[in-house]
């Protein structure tokens, strides 16, 4: 069992799902898909990412398939927003945006506290924990036969990485497990919710010229 | 070993595997690719569905690994279709429609009876029934580069759910697994032929306005 | 642990991750992405097939999970690529179909090594060979929105088939591990160079009429 199964940290996890299934339900909104489009489309970022790590790390049992409640919390919130999305026209993007980033802070730091009871070497708990914020909604995006958002320009991937790494560095501090948690879910949010806000975003490669 | 190894069960996996080939094949042939890609894209839907349920639910070996004779009826229709596809232009879709509803049928209900075989929860066993049945055709279709023919809008992912489900609740009014699995298959097709008959669909989101 | 962690061959291995890294990294200036998305879509091709094939195989671990030095030399190419690859605009594409074309050759024969393994079929072995050889790029080609090279006309998986047939073959003759791996990475190569320089290509379907 992963150690995130006490209360407050199970429900963080069931918000992040929320969050990430409601991007799903906007992907599926903008492709205008039928209820069950909604659902699938839910189904890729909420328990994407964590599939492929657990996939990767070759777990006992990929962790959707023995708790019932990430399936059940995705079809609820994909119902919900089949009927009500259109309420949200207009600041829907904005809200999407802040609620991803939240969802984006909290799984990097949960994969990274589930890839740690692995036996694997520290960058690669760093890579898991990237891969668990990110992947499902590139696997989201993919679904969808569009380039994935992870692959844009704004800055994603580097403020799971820096969330992840914070994560560690501070358990080698000697903080405790929910010290470190909190610390770290607010460095991802910050990095991730700065580049919103002032469009941070890494030089893209341009042809015929160096990107520097 | 799976349950449906015994002949006539055997026999109807096989004529799935035959037809999903087919539809692949069908997508191959819309992308005019050669011989290995009408070999690879027909491969996709006849054990996609089938190798992602394995890996969810962490099989000791990936069903078509361990029996070869997945691959070679893949090969043999995608060499047959590559040569004699043209001849069917004009009712081919149709042709395909049901054939693609009686592989859905057979898929759907084999991946639930292999589902059973591992301690999950029966709501859990309806989803990978449904994955077997239905997530061949999306890897068909991300590979060619389209949006999920599952996303689409007509009654699909559906008609597999009523299937798996009304196999769990034959079995558990006392039917025995040949009797509910003849009802079950019959129970998807007869949704999806519906579907297809009547233009069934589930209404998609619009955007601007509530889709009810 | 693999049999080629001896120095010469994991050499080799190292090669075809840079050269196929490479591909990654063209794929990803072709669509102006950031430093990161070079790295995400130069692992692709790089780790991808022999991805696929641990999960299929459903391998101890995944073999850049525990060996770090693919991540770091997918990183370092990543790297230099963003800041030197608009160097070799005109000449790109030709050095880059060379490099693929080694990287193929390599990594079908070492795969067809490592599934050697298992205790599987030959013919699965030669089919876990390909796997490992091509779907590294299809899965680039996935993330990129593009339809797989892997499946466009020119002779591509033909050359990764007969690579590793021609390793079983002279392996089956009394050849040592050695004299079978470089002939028949020669061998790969060869036909896929041939493919290259002659502009070989399978008969693509054409709607309409007899492909032949």
Known sequence: MYEFFHDPIYFLTMIGTV??????????????????????????????????????????????????????????????????????????????????????????????????????????VVVMGMITGTFGGMVRDIICNEVPFLLQKEIYALAAIVGSCAYLFFLHLGLDEQGAMVISVAATFIVRGLAIVFGWSLPPYKAGGSPT
Chains 1, 2, 3 share one sequence.
């Open 19 to 124: 969050v990430f299934a409601l991007s799903g339900a906007m992907a599926a909104a903008r492709k205008e898909l039928d209820i069950f489009g909604f659902i699938i489309v839910g189904l890729a970022p909420a328990v994407g990412g964590g599939t492929v790590r657990d996939l990767l790390l070759n777990a006992e049992k990929v962790f959707w398939i023995e708790d019932l409640n990430f399936l059940y919390v995705v079809i609820v919130v994909a119902v919900i927003a089949f009927f009500q999305v259109h309420r949200l026209e207009g600041k829907r993007y904005t809200l999407l945006m802040w609620a991803d980033a939240f969802g984006l802070a909290l799984f990097t730091i949960m994969g990274t506290q589930i890839a740690m009871t692995y036996d694997i070497h520290p960058v690669m």
